[in-house]
């Protein structure tokens, strides 16, 4: 048998075309078959041809959970979708709840572990010079960007995991709107199919602050260093971190809302704020 002989899928019967060959352990999966598995399956190529016949029976199954299931909350990213059938007990993470899409329909009992994990981005900021040469500033600038990804472990035949981002296109770091609707979401998806508050955010790269730079990454984004600050007409590094973010150690360290004077008050975050709810963390104004 020549390397480039058409093959035939194990499972339909069906010629499979040069591009449309799926391997699996033991044999061969067409295309066709292979848009019917879970999308969250990740075992296909250390698959058995029992093992994809076994789940497809179960996915044909899963059709009429599909056709039952009655959504009591829906909580809505930018794709996906979290479903929730309280009657039941039953969720599911998908693009749409229809029998075409055909979402995997998973007991909330099956769920192991679920958390925000949040990926800072950096890319350093650079000008050109007289001689059209790209140069780094001094201090360095930087521009952050960052992802946020629900990591949903659960206990299920088929897979063990159905991660999925809350957002397309990554948040920049001046987009502070944006930042703190998707740690709500987040927060508001974990704790319906939790049952419990949301546990911190998982932060990659090493951050500290939810869903912003690093102390000392925000000293390095553009901003001059103390000595040239005294000679420009900035502020010195101490007041400009009280009038432009929360100080790392009063975010750390304090537990409950301290009293300001006139109109504002501080919260339980470290950030000084005048309106109903906190312009950092979202919390209400004690």
Not at 127 to 146: I, T
Not at 227 to 233: L, P, T
């Amino acid at each position: 048998m020549g390397l480039f002989d058409k093959k035939n899928c194990d499972i339909c019967g069906e010629k499979i075309g040069l591009l449309g060959n799926r391997k699996l352990d033991d044999g061969n999966l067409c295309k066709n078959c292979a848009s019917k598995l879970s999308p969250w399956f990740e075992e296909r190529r250390h698959s058995t041809v029992e093992d994809i016949k076994r789940q497809l029976e179960y996915r044909e199954k899963n059709k009429n959970a599909v056709r039952s299931f009655s959504i009591t909350r829906e909580f809505s990213a930018d794709r996906y979708h979290v479903f929730i059938d309280d009657n039941k007990g039953l969720f599911a993470v998908a693009f749409n709840m229809s029998e075409q899409d055909n979402p995997d329909i998973v007991p909330l009992s099956a769920i192991t572990s679920c958390r925000l994990d949040i990926d800072e981005q950096r890319v350093e900021e650079e000008y050109k010079d007289r001689d059209g040469e790209s140069r780094s500033y001094v201090p360095p600038r930087y521009n952050y960007s960052y992802d946020y990804k629900i990591k949903l472990g659960v206990n299920t035949p088929w897979f063990d995991d159905m991660d999925f981002k809350l957002n397309t296109f990554s948040v920049k770091d001046h987009e502070r709107a944006k930042m703190m609707n998707y740690e709500q979401l987040a927060s508001q998806i974990i704790t319906a199919l939790t049952g419990a508050p949301a546990p911190a955010p998982v932060y990659s790269n090493g951050m500290m602050n939810q869903g912003y730079p690093q102390q000392g990454n925000m000293m390095n984004q553009g901003y001059p260093q103390q000595s040239n600050m005294m000679n420009q007409g900035y502020p010195q590094q101490g007041n400009m971190m009280n009038q432009n973010a929360p100080q790392h150690g009063t975010m750390m360290n304090h537990n409950t809302p301290q009293q300001a004077s006139g109109d504002t008050w501080v919260c339980a975050c470290g950030a000084t704020n005048t309106g109903a709810f906190c312009e950092y963390c979202g919390s209400p104004k004690p």
